[in-house]
């Protein structure tokens, strides 16, 4: 059988190329296949990535504080590109400071976000998801 | 008698033929004459070899002839890919790497209006792309199908997904000529445009040339190996690589600038050359060829005075009271002109200049500022020249002036692109015999030698 691809990159202006490598390396290891566009990578570049791949999800990592802002519009911009229902979820320090997780996580979801994660979630919890998720569309 | 090779270029304007002693590596003589392509490219041919014939005293015994050819419009390729900045760009550097040009590139599913555009337009070739290896199927398999409803009767290179390969082959059958090579983009944001190169090469070879009105040569030479583009680029290859016996002599960039257009080519993995940059965009081909379609000498000169504006022309005038306008709606209605007194020569090279330094910049990388609260993050999109060791000037203006240093270091970084990757101070080498195309060839069949020869006549200045 085919590898589902997954593309990976940490969205907008932010450097943190750690956990990017990690989360390259065990979804590799997992059994898929990683479109890693790295560190920097605005929304289109994740946009077209999934395109010409054909990717089943999208993994957005936003460490920096910013990730509201960036994320914004993601959604819209994926049905617009034909990308429908993929797949799309966030992690890592999608926010600024200690803030309330459930109104967090409802902002994201209202974005569109399928998973939304916080900080420290290990790539493992990521991966049992989105078999999850990859299982139920069959 | 001596063993010779004779090497041919059947330029937009003028047929060039090198004559090349084998055993001493040394050029002989060198001809010209008018491209005589309305009637028949052997006229013109003829002319330049007696000519040269005329000049060579000793017996000499040609044993090998070869050809490149930009002649009739050279060769024109469209380009269709999925996404315009991933494997429809890709496309497109494949093609200008195979020495075409590149009448257009389309993106997407393609519509039954584009598909009439394609159908009417005059290229010689299609380059179809459109997702990685395993990616995206739907763009292409729809793009193969429209191709095959509307019968186009022009070659097309498949090289796109290779899932896909199988089924476009089903829907072209007998229908289309098709050639299937590997993928311009296997995956994601990595090119692999030599494939592709060498599958448009092979048709140009067997089939393009004949349809030139250019069948008649065909029995005199031992055949037209490739455009002239893709000739003078792969000199540029044997030159800064090597080949399997000689040293060659690192990273460097060629300026050519032309009646139409200006072409650079730079052989160079161009990585950043600062700490702490991070790269952005497409991988760069090591060799790349880019080609400015309105920076030329006179077919091009309105709108090289479009691109840069009197402004910048002036900046490199010596002449102050020349009519900048009027000077360029010359040389664009006639464009056969050839600068004779002071002034003249003096604006065809403010206009070499302007040419040198808009085409670079296009061809360089540049540098963008990413805010951020720690501070600023630099990231480089395109290929970093700044180290670049040499810059090598061809083509006529260049070859023929009396100070082609001055116009290629025009080509060079100044602080008013202060975020531009040009290269900052290259040594500056001259094609002087004018041999560049005529070494691509000779690369084809004896690679060692023209590395030798290139070293020996290309000249630093
Ligand atoms: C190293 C580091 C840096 C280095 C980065 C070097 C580099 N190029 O990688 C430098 C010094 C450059 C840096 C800069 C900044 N940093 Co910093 N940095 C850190 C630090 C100490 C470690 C990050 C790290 O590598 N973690 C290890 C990896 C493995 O973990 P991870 O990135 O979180 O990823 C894992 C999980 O989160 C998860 N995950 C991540 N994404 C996703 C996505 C999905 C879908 C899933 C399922 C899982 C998942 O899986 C990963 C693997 O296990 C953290 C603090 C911390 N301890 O986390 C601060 C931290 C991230 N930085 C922070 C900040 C504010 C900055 C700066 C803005 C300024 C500053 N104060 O230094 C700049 C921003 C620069 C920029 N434009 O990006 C803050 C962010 C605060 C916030 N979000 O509210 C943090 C949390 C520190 C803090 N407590 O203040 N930083």
């Known amino acids: 059988m085919e590898k589902k691809k997954i593309v990976l990159g940490v969205i907008g202006s932010d450097c943190h190329a750690v956990g990017n490598k990690i989360l390259d390396y065990s979804l590799t290891d997992a059994g898929f296949k990683v479109v890693n566009i790295g560190v920097l990578s605005p929304q289109e570049d994740f946009i077209n990535a999934a395109l010409e791949t054909s990717a089943e999800a999208i993994f957005v990592s936003s460490l920096y504080g910013h990730g509201e802002i960036d994320c914004k519009g993601l959604r819209e911009k994926c049905d617009e590109a034909g990308l429908n229902n993929i797949l799309l979820y966030v992690g890592g320090n999608i926010v600024v400071g200690k803030q309330e997780w459930k109104d967090v996580e409802k902002r994201f979801l ?10 420290g979630t290990s790539a493992e919890k990521g991966i049992s998801d989105l078999r999850e998720d ?4 069959g | 008698m001596m063993d010779a090779y004779l090497f041919i270029d059947f330029g937009s304007t003028f047929t060039k033929l090198t004559l090349v002693d084998i055993e001493r590596e040394e050029i002989i003589a060198t001809e010209k004459a008018y491209t005589t392509v309305e009637t028949d490219v052997t006229i013109g041919y003829d002319k330049a070899l007696k000519k040269l014939k005329e000049k060579v005293a000793v017996e000499y015994n040609i044993t090998n002839k070869l050809a490149c050819s930009s002649a009739a419009g050279g060769l024109k390729i469209i380009a269709i890919g999925f996404v315009p900045e991933l494997t429809s760009e890709a496309a497109k550097r494949a093609a200008l790497g195979a020495g ?67 089924e476009i082959k089903s829907i072209f059958g007998d229908n289309i000529e098709y050639h299937i090579t590997e993928n ?34 065909e029995d005199s030479i031992s055949g037209i190996l490739m455009p002239t ?3 003078v680029l792969k000199a540029a290859e044997v030159l800064s690589m090597g080949s399997r016996d000689e040293e060659g002599i690192g990273d460097l960039a060629v300026l050519d600038i032309g009646g139409a257009t200006t072409d650079v080519h730079s052989i160079a993995d161009g990585h950043p050359t600062n700490a702490g940059i991070f790269l952005r965009g497409l991988e760069e ?33 010596k002449y102050d009271d020349l009519d900048i306008e009027e000077e360029v709606n010359n040389r664009n209605t006639n464009t056969s002109f050839v600068a004779i007194d002071e002034k003249e020569i003096d604006f065809d090279e403010a206009m070499a200049k302007v040419c040198a330094n808009i085409s670079m910049k296009r061809h360089a990388g540049f540098l963008d500022t990413v805010y951020s609260p720690l501070g600023n993050i630099h990231t480089q999109e395109g290929k970093d020249l700044m ?3 040499y810059l090598l000037g061809t083509g006529g203006v260049i070859v023929n002036s009396r100070n082609p240093k001055d116009i290629l270091s025009a080509a060079t970084f100044t602080m008013e692109d202060p975020t ?20 691509g060839l000779l690369a084809m069949v004896n690679a060692n030698m023209a590395v030798r020869m290139l070293k020996k006549y290309i000249v630093e200045i």
């Open chain 2, 100 to 166: 075409a040009k590149v009448i257009k590139t389309y993106s997407f599913k393609l519509n039954e209006s584009e598909l009439e555009e394609i159908k009417n337009s005059n290229a010689d070739i299609i380059l179809l792309s459109g997702g990685t290896d395993g990616g995206n199927s739907e763009t292409i398999i729809h793009n193969a199908e429209m191709i095959n409803k509307f019968n186009l009767k022009i070659p097309v290179v498949v090289a796109g997904n290779k899932s896909c390969d199988d």
């Open chain 1, 134 to 137: 990859l299982g139920k569309r």
């Open chain 2, 387 to 389: 180290k670049l060791p």
């Open chain 1, 110 to 119: 209202d974005m569109g976000f399928d998973r939304v994660y916080p900080p």
């Open chain 2, 285 to 317: 081909p090591h060799s790349k060829r880019t080609v400015e379609g309105d920076l030329g000498m006179r077919y091009s000169a309105i709108s090289v005075f479009e691109a840069a504006g009197a402004k910048t022309i002036k900046k490199y005038l």
């Open chain 2, 229 to 231: 583009p893709a000739s």
């Open chain 2, 184 to 217: 311009t983009m296997p995956n994601l944001n990595h090119i692999n445009v030599d494939p592709a190169r060498e599958t448009i090469r092979n048709i140009f070879m067997e089939k393009i040339v004949h349809a030139k009105g250019m069948e008649n040569v």
């Open chain 2, 420 to 439: 531009s990757l040009k290269p900052r101070e290259p040594k500056i080498l001259l094609d002087k015999e004018y041999i560049l195309s005529a070494m």
